[in-house]
């Protein structure tokens, strides 16, 4: 690690308002591989963010329709059928958490918001499961069609003015690491969640095995739209001191962890784009010839035994690739 303490006096650590950084190490941006970005840690409270800290007007590039997919599907076939069965099972867990808790009785129709609802696929599941639904995204979201009694919103958390205490349980499932300040996301979800209640939330593992492994070409670090990098310990100080106990942890997560060590594998390659492998899946850059992806695959299904057993090993030591959190309002 270089030793590049700054003081920088006009953004302060948004959890501990230090002003002190250390330089960890400089990453290129995701999409292009062209622009270069610094991740620091707080000298006091050891959270990581991204730097230059980019003004809301500078991040809306990086969230251009390439970003969401420029279908309706944002993965093809056997994939956007694999993320439904996840999302299934996903909302199973978000109920199982909420129905464990004393004061909730099954059967009564618990108030959820996910926050950066995506196209609401989650939602879709929870609104089937008898819950009254509300979804949160960004302006520059696709619209999503018939909303089928889910109520879609658009714009940031604290320009919904939602009543204190009026959710059961609130979704931040990779959101947190996207926002210019999670501790004021925090504690406005803190607000509006009703006491016992819960925040079901997933965030990249910044401590986790991949992300020590393949430091700079990581696929999870996203830059620069992930501006802030959490470990275990800095997630939990944020929960705790926004007013959350955390209930549960986890760093499984099939969806994002086998597939993070074989990008970030390719990443590695010297004669490859950054995340070929995924803007290919993606139809990102109208590049999405068959042969390629054919290539591609073949190389993925090399390396994934070994991502596989990371995911398994990883997982169980508490290192792998995904935090998930479950905390209550207190
Ligand atoms: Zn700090």
Not at 41 to 51: G, I, S, W, Y
Not at 63 to 70: A, D, I, Q
Not at 304 to 316: K, M, Q, W
Request: aromatic residues 14%; positive net charge.
């Amino acid at each position: 690690m270089r030793s590049d303490v700054e003081d920088r006096d006009k953004v302060s650590c948004c959890f501990c308002r230090g002003r002190f950084f250390n330089l960890l190490f400089s990453a290129f941006d995701f999409d292009k591989g062209k622009e270069v970005f610094h991740l620091k840690k707080c000298v006091q409270c050891h959270l990581v963010r991204t730097e230059p800290i980019l003004s809301q007007d500078q991040v809306q590039k990086y969230y251009s329709l390439p970003y969401y997919g420029t279908g309706k599907e944002k993965f093809k076939g056997l994939a956007e059928t694999i993320t439904y069965w996840l999302n299934y099972r996903r909302a199973g867990s978000v109920l199982s958490h909420l129905e464990s808790k004393q004061g909730f009785s099954v059967g009564t129709s618990p108030r959820i918001l996910d926050i950066g609802c995506g196209r609401g696929n989650l939602l879709r599941i929870l609104k089937d499961k008898g819950c009254e639904c509300y979804g949160l995204e960004r302006v520059e979201f696709p619209d999503i069609g018939p909303s089928k009694g889910i109520h879609f919103l658009k714009g940031n958390l604290n320009e919904q003015l939602f009543e204190e205490s009026s959710f059961d349980e609130v979704i931040l499932w990779h959101v947190l690491e996207h926002t210019d300040n999670p501790m004021a996301i925090l504690k406005e979800t803190a607000r509006i969640i009703r006491p016992g209640g819960i925040v079901a939330m997933a965030v990249p593992n910044f401590g986790s095995f991949q992300a020590k492994l393949f430091q700079s070409a990581w696929f999870h670090l996203d830059l620069p739209r992930h501006t802030y990098h959490f470990d275990p310990n800095t997630l939990s100080q944020c929960l705790n001191r926004s007013g959350f106990k955390l209930i549960g942890k986890n760093t499984f997560s099939i969806e994002q962890n086998p597939f993070g060590f074989i990008q970030s594998f390719f990443n590695k390659l010297p004669f490859t784009r950054p995340n070929r492998f995924y803007a290919l899946l993606k139809k990102i850059d109208g590049s999405s010839s068959l042969f390629s992806l054919l290539v591609w695959a073949g190389g993925a299904a090399l390396i994934l035994p070994f991502a596989l057993l990371e995911y398994l090993v990883s997982g169980i030591l508490g290192k792998g690739a995904t935090l998930c959190v479950y905390a209550e309002k207190q």
